[in-house]
Nanobody, 117 residues
Framework: QVQLVESGGGLVQPGGSLRLSCTAS??????????MDWYRQAPGKQRELVAG???????NYADFLKGRFTISRDNAKKTVYLQMSSLKPEDTAVYYC?????????WGQGTQVTVSS
């Protein structure tokens, strides 16, 4: 069983930045084997993929981000990060991290990000 704890959410003004963290309760070696993703879910909308980083370090991003977010991982800290900049009100959502290997996936509890003036 993998437990994931997200942190770093909060209220930010449009144009501001936040960094989300997601830390796993597993060994550094096991963590390094997992692909890690960030998803988000806004009220009344489906959960959508924001960004992902593979066990090998390759990254992918949703097209709508247009380079505003950066995902990274620190295997020694068992943590994946999502650096968000130029935030917009439409980025308001609960952000979730997911850890996955073939046939298994685990989700965190989510952290709220609210972009508002």
């Amino acid at each position: 069983q993998v437990q994931l704890v997200e942190s770093g959410g909060g209220l930010v003004q449009p144009g501001g930045s936040l960094r989300l963290s997601c830390t796993a309760s597993i060994s550094t070696f096991i963590f390094s084997l997992y692909g890690m993703d960030w998803y988000r879910q806004a009220p009344g909308k489906q959960r959508e993929l924001v960004a992902g980083v593979t066990s090998g370090g390759s990254t992918n991003y949703a097209d709508f981000l247009k380079g505003r977010f950066t995902i990274s991982r620190d295997n020694a800290k068992k943590t994946v990060y999502l650096q968000m900049s130029s935030l917009k009100p439409e980025d308001t959502a609960v952000y979730y991290c997911k850890a996955s290997i073939p046939n298994r996936e685990y989700w965190g509890q989510g952290t709220q990000v609210t972009v508002s003036s």
